[in-house]
């Protein structure tokens, strides 16, 4: 199945000159889903996970159905103030500033292997924060991995763990 045929672009999202590639339509289709959560339970297997975390807020539709595909429990990287208990929490920059992800401080047990997931991975910031956050913690991260790669931009090479992704767009 050609995954791609199940994700849309939405010119100008969120703003001007931005193609946003929407996996709404993918969510939607439930074969397309099901084949996509199958081959990314393929690619993440071999790296032994223990825990599937999901970064806010699509990386969590990507991980939660992954780790129950894979018999995993499955952890939230969230926005600042959004998770109960104590939380341990990682500033980090972006192209136009700055941003912050936090997780609960006894998500991950220390030495645990911990995949990451999202739904996209472009410049590679948020991800390589969560991969950060994630050791912070004491997680063993093998690898990360997301629907979609935007390779255009590089962002692969700004994480030091493999990186597995199901549709890569060049431009």
């Known amino acids: 199945m050609d995954l791609k045929a199940h994700i849309r672009g939405i010119a100008d999202f969120p703003k001007p000159g931005i193609l946003f590639y929407d996996i709404s339509t993918l969510l ?7 084949a996509a959560v199958s081959r990314l339970a393929a690619l993440i297997r071999p790296y032994e996970p223990e825990l599937l975390a999901g970064i806010e807020s699509r990386g969590f539709l990507v991980a939660a159905p992954l780790a129950l ?6 952890v939230m990287l969230r926005k600042p103030r959004k998770l109960p208990g104590e ?3 990682l500033d980090y920059a972006l192209e136009y500033g700055s941003d912050r992800i936090e997780m609960q401080a006894d998500a991950v047990a220390a030495g645990k292997r911990v995949v990451l997931l999202d739904d996209l991975l472009a410049t590679g910031g948020t991800m390589a924060a969560g991969v950060s956050l994630l050791r912070q ?7 990360t991995a997301a629907l979609i790669e935007l390779s255009f931009l590089g962002g692969r090479q700004r994480l030091d763990t493999p990186f597995e ?7």
Do not use: K
């Not at 939607?28 to 099901?34: I, N, Q, S, T």
């Not at 913690?137 to 690898?143: C, L, R």
């Not at 992704?165 to 431009?171: I, K, N, T």
């Open 137 to 143: 913690a004491g997680a063993v991260v093998p690898a």
């Open 165 to 171: 992704s199901l549709v890569a767009y060049e431009s």
């Open 69 to 74: 595909e894979l018999g995993l429990g499955f």
């Open 28 to 34: 939607a289709h439930a074969a397309a889903w099901r």
């Open 87 to 89: 939380t341990i929490g």
